[in-house]
């Protein structure tokens, strides 16, 4: 690829950053990890994407929003791909990512050691109170992403971004 | 047989079990027996549909006769229906909801297993991505079933009940044809005798947890591959098809 490809393939990128997943509108297509691959021929745009969970129902409308995003900005001709292999993980999500999560009240990721009976680990603390003394109340929350846990010390309930 | 087809009639069987399955299981959204567990049955048939989806996604490409996901899901009657009998079983109460999920998990836990090492790209993919969803199912059912099975008198008797009544379409799961045997030669579909083996095993450490008791001399109903369903899918298929039939090729 030639630097002017690249820089052309980069504001790509840059306005696909602006889309939010629909349903935690902290976080960004990119920082979720589900955009794989961007790629530019003459004015035709092709993005491929990797669905979160098999029947999430924000997928059907990240896709919409990526081909709006990119026809209001001058491409008209865009394609979206969805690939399932390799299978999403939210080990791709970065660590500004994870820390935006918590900011935002939902608490991130986080891989406990080998227990192989809990493969979606447990939250480090309380995104409220950074306490770590918290406890599982439903292994689904509001999305199917997340678990519902509760803070034993400050009470509150949060939702957490299950490891996937 | 055309390989094409015998691995068309594969995606559409497994594709079949959840679509039934996630349907019952939709049944439960606004009655669940609390919020959590209403939430968390409607979250599991989500990740059915959408395994469905995938499953007859790639079905309706491999039939290359224009057939689309939804005319599959819609549009085929009683006899064309290839998913399994325990899918298509009533819910009954929860501890027979949670009996059909748990043992249905496992099993598609061990299938997706067989087939993350398949010769088929696509149907390896689906089945990477499908079982990490199908683990988190078999450990929220299978806490259920220690939690009834271990509870109070009453939890035991109906899990217990529950088993009683399910265990008759187990074995209809692992059925086999030529169609599909052509394929597990091949490396492609997964051999239901190693699923049979690793469900069993699961199956029966998790009840005896459970302190449920496993039937002995169950009679066995089988038939689902050839298409023969009870009487319970014409009535599923009626509701779950009935807007798609009323208004077809409309939109959402
Ligand atoms: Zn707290």
Redesign the pocket.
């Known amino acids: 690829m030639t630097k002017a490809q690249i820089s052309k393939t980069q504001k790509i990128f840059d306005l696909l950053s602006e889309v939010k997943d629909p349903e935690i509108p902290v976080i960004n297509v990119i920082e979720m990890g589900i955009v794989k691959d961007v790629t530019l021929t003459d004015s035709k745009v092709s993005v491929t994407i990797t669905p979160t969970y098999s029947g999430c129902p924000a997928m059907n409308m990240i896709a919409t929003d990526i081909k709006l995003k990119l026809q209001d900005n001058g491409y008209t001709e865009v394609k979206i791909i969805e690939v399932l292999s390799p299978a999403w993980t939210t080990d791709l999500m970065t660590e500004e990512a994870k820390a935006k999560l918590k900011a935002y009240g939902i608490a991130p990721p986080n891989r406990t050691s080998s227990d192989k009976s809990n493969p979606v680990g447990i939250p480090k603390e309380?995104p409220?109170?950074a306490?770590s003394n918290t406890k599982l109340k439903s292994h689904f929350g509001s999305t199917p992403c997340k678990a519902l846990y509760v803070?034993e010390?400050?009470l509150?309930p949060f939702d957490y971004f299950k490891c996937h | 047989m055309d390989q094409n087809v015998a691995l068309y009639l594969y995606c559409l069987r497994l594709g079949d079990n959840s679509l039934i399955l996630g349907h019952r299981l939709s049944e439960w959204c606004g009655h669940g027996p609390f919020l959590e567990e209403d939430i968390a049955m409607t979250n599991i048939s989500l990740d059915l549909v959408g395994q469905s989806r995938m499953l007859l996604q790639y079905a309706a490409e491999l039939s290359g006769n224009g057939t689309t996901e939804n005319t599959l899901a819609y549009l085929r009657d009683e006899r064309d229906f290839l998913n399994a009998l325990l899918s298509e079983q009533p819910n009954g109460d929860f501890a027979v909801t949670n009996t059909k999920n748990y043992l249905f998990s496992v099993y598609n836990y061990h299938l997706y297993a067989e087939l993350s090492n398949s010769k088929d790209e696509k149907l390896k993919a689906i089945a990477e991505k499908s079982i990490k969803e199908v683990a988190y199912h078999v450990r929220h059912c299978g806490k259920w079933m220690l939690r009834l099975g271990k509870g109070t008198e009453e939890s035991h008797k109906r899990l217990q009940e529950a088993v009683n009544d399910i265990w008759m379409f187990t074995e209809d799961l692992f059925e086999s044809d030529e169609s599909t045997a052509s394929l597990i030669e091949q490396g492609i579909a997964a051999n239901p005798e190693t699923v049979r083996h690793n469900w069993l095993s699961d199956v029966t450490d998790q009840l005896k947890e459970a302190t449920i008791e496993i039937p002995t001399n169950t009679w066995m109903m089988k038939g689902s591959l050839q298409g023969k369903h009870s009487e319970h899918l014409g009535y599923l298929l009626a509701e779950m098809q009935t807007i798609p039939r009323t208004f077809p090729n409309s939109e959402w």
Request: aromatic content about 0%; charged content about 25%; glycine content about 0%.
């Open positions: 309380c409220n109170c306490s803070c010390d400050c509150e």
